[in-house]
């Protein structure tokens, strides 16, 4: 089957052209071994089945992150037929930077020229017809979120991959003494060095570029071979000397000049008007009045959240107890292996449907919508200088505030966020938050029996050693990319239709993820309970609950569990100590310490499964086990200090 | 001078990228390099980030980054 990629730069609308065609049955891959996510689809051109390949948008082709290197690769070991360039012709002398790089990998190529309609707004008139000749390569100009021109892009692709010859691009020379450096450095190698890359077909001519450009996995690969290296270094030395910067730039300037100039010759560019949107920005990123209306958008963004979520919660969770819970088991009885096994069933169920998803869905479309009018990015432009004190950027603010909800959505929100680094970080600290459930714990227990004093005191501490362990564990995880860099594309109205599937999507990861975990984990409390496993579990834990904490022993039992359902922790704890009435049988202390325990103890398993999916395990066994590490210490610190 | 230092509504030509190679190719992929001309629009307050026109396109860059990248006036 033919395969075709789409590459493109962030913003580009790369996944809208690709949703145009692939829609809702479009489905995300993990590159082998990597959590660096694409989507996959097949999609019937002119009658032929092809496979289309959404690969990760990123600015260059460098290895200087992982979505970069495996979007890279993934061409490299020439698993494509043909690539699909999606340019932003708004921004083309840049965009045209990341083309002349796909150039180098040797695949044919379209070009799809998107945002035709706002580069003319821009004052932008490109001659597509020259400066296809010039790239050697078709180019069919778009306006992808109108759907105009996307199924030209495919068609020719197609046409392409069936014959290559029909795009040969034409790679340009960098300036002599840049040349002349390549030319000695490609002297300079055995001739082993392409074969050093089994599965990929480079030639040493891209090989030798990399090594200019610092770029760490083919470096890695070479660096044993003494005498080149050696040799190379030479060659190296010379041209920063000359130039008067690291070879890096002096490639990165190159690539410039060359995409320059491609612009200059074909591109006309005619003074426009100043738009509104221009006028929006200087008023959303003023120096002082951006700050409030950041604050105010938040604010905004979390009221219709909790709104929607609350105002849902509530009948969703009565009429399903009411009406298809308490018949369900009253009919197959409430001790019965069955009746226990549909309870659990339908509790999961139940659970997802109003706890869950009354506040994933107004997340998801309150998200998107920030993401697609391109708000997001300036907020996060505003929030970066607060969000810096504890190593995170700006965009961390919507994850965080929106743990105080559910850890899931937060979760999947960190997905705004390149870096890996960040997200997991955030992910962590997220897992710090006081979610709805473990709300449901400290008003419960602390709040109703100690006064709300108590219980706001848990929520400082809450905030205190998140501020702590974020300072910490960002000093220990050196950041890849230096801080905030973020381009802030134009501001705009969002296209429904584009809009509408990305909400679909990732909704239907929540839906084939977290809610089935929800579940399981709902029936699997419901067998414990039928078969007795409490007291097995209360010993277990006894070291750490009466011996360590000092709480009861059959606190041990809503402890484990609570990773299940960490919003059953309090009626567990009723259930288990016999009464409903806590004042009567726990002191304020072990009130307390049991709350601090379950509000910084393992997450519940759904967003510990959230967090396998979108981090991989290595991140959330981490991240457990320093909820863990650090719920054990404070709560013996409170047993012993209050 | 730093363009951390830089007035608003001036135009720059970037002189020096000091910092290490995350830096340069981070900032170079989005077309901030040495020799391009660039127009500070914006800068937050409450040392906040800063905001650049580079070619046309809008790039947030924090002030920690602003410092490593030295800048000419440019008529």
């Known amino acids: 089957m033919i395969r075709i990629a789409l590459a493109g730069q962030p913003n580009s609308g790369k996944s809208t052209v690709f949703n145009q065609v692939a829609g809702y049955r479009s489905i995300t891959s993990n590159f082998p071994g990597k959590t660096v996510t694409y989507f996959i689809s097949k999609v019937s051109i002119e009658g032929e ?12 082709l460098t290895s200087s992150d992982e979505a970069e290197l495996e979007a890279r690769n993934y061409i490299l070991r020439g698993e494509a037929d043909v690539i699909i360039n999606v340019v932003d012709a708004t921004v083309l002398s840049r965009s045209l930077e990341f083309t002349l790089q796909l150039m180098q990998l040797g695949k044919p190529i379209v070009i799809c020229l998107n945002m035709m309609d706002e580069a003319e707004h821009k004052g932008l008139q490109i001659q597509v017809d020259k400066l296809s000749e010039k790239l050697g390569i078709p180019i069919i100009p778009t306006v992808a ?9 495919f068609s020719t692709a197609l046409k392409v991959a069936k014959n290559p010859s029909v795009s040969k691009p034409v790679l340009p020379f960098f300036s002599s003494d840049v040349e002349e450096a390549i030319s000695s450095i490609i002297e300079a190698m055995p001739e082993d060095f392409p074969q050093k890359f089994k599965d990929m077909k480079i030639d040493k001519r891209f090989l030798a570029i990399k090594l200019l450009e610092q770029d760490e996995f083919f470096w890695n690969k070479i660096r044993d071979n003494r005498d080149f290296i050696k040799r190379f270094k030479l060659i190296q030395s010379n041209i920063e000397a000359d130039r008067g910067m690291p070879s890096d730039l002096v490639i ?17 560019v005619v003074p426009a008007e100043i738009g509104l949107a221009h006028k929006m920005d200087d008023l959303l990123m003023h120096p002082y009045l951006g700050y409030l209306i950041a604050a105010g958008a938040l604010y905004l963004f979390f009221k219709f959240v909790f709104t929607f979520g609350s105002a849902l919660q509530e009948p969703l969770l009565t009429g399903f107890n009411r009406y298809i819970i308490e018949p369900s088991v009253a009919y197959l009885g409430k001790n019965t292996l069955t009746g226990k096994l549909v309870n659990g069933l339908l509790q999961g169920i139940a659970g997802g449907l109003t706890v869950n998803l009354p506040y994933v869905l107004p997340l998801l479309i309150g998200l998107a919508f920030l993401e697609d009018t391109g708000y997001l990015p300036r907020a996060a432009f505003m929030l970066d ?4 004190r504890m190593g995170l950027h700006g965009k961390a603010v ?3 505030l929106l743990g105080y909800g559910c850890s899931v959505p937060a979760i999947m929100a960190t997905r705004i966020m390149e870096s890996k680094r960040d997200r997991a970080i955030t992910s962590s600290l997220v897992l710090l938050i006081p979610c709805s459930g473990r709300t449901i714990v400290i008003l419960g227990l602390v709040g109703y029996y100690m006064g709300m004093n108590a219980a706001f005191s848990i929520y400082l501490l809450d905030l205190l050693i998140i501020a702590i362990v974020g300072f910490i564990i960002s000093h220990l995880k050196p950041e890849v990319t230096p801080g905030m860099i973020l381009e802030i594309p134009e501001l705009r109205w969002p296209v429904p239709k584009i809009m509408l599937l990305k909400i679909w999507l990732r909704l239907k990861e929540f839906l084939i993820v977290a809610w089935p975990l929800l579940i399981i984990s709902s029936v699997i409390l419901s067998l414990m309970d039928f078969y007795g496993f409490n007291d097995v579990f209360n010993s277990v834990m006894a070291p750490l609950t009466s011996v360590l904490l000092g709480l009861p022993i059959s606190a041990g039992t809503p402890l484990i569990l609570s990773i299940l359902r960490k919003e059953l922790a309090l009626i567990m704890l009723s259930e288990a100590l016999g009464t409903w009435n806590l004042s009567d049988v726990l002191t304020e202390t072990q009130m307390f310490t049991f709350a601090v325990f379950t509000t910084f103890f393992i997450p519940c398993f759904t967003s510990m499964g959230m967090i396998v999916k979108e981090l991989g395990w290595k991140t959330a066994v981490k991240s457990a086990f320093l909820t863990l590490i650090i719920a054990v210490i404070l709560a013996t610190l409170t047993r012993l200090l209050i | 001078m730093r ?35 660039v127009k500070l629009e914006n800068k937050a307050a409450l040392g ?13 860059i924090e002030r920690r980054i602003a410092d490593k990248i030295l800048v000419g006036t440019h008529e």
Request: charged content about 20%.
């Open chain 1, 252 to 268: 990165a300037s190159e690539r410039h000049a060359i995409s320059m100039a491609w612009f200059e010759e074909t591109v006309t």
């Open chain 1, 145 to 153: 979120s109108r759907g105009i021109g996307v199924s030209k892009v």
């Open chain 2, 48 to 60: 906040g980030a800063l905001l650049l026109n580079v070619e046309g396109k809008k790039v947030g």
């Open chain 1, 385 to 388: 200088t607060f969000m810096h």
């Open chain 1, 49 to 60: 089945v092809v496979e289309v390949v959404d690969l990760p948008g990123t600015y260059s």
């Open chain 1, 398 to 400: 919507f994850p965080m």
């Open chain 2, 3 to 37: 363009l951390s230092e830089a007035r608003i509504g001036s135009v720059y030509l970037i002189i020096e990228i000091k910092g290490d190679i995350k830096v340069r190719q981070h900032l170079s992929k989005l077309g901030v390099l040495p020799g391009v001309k």
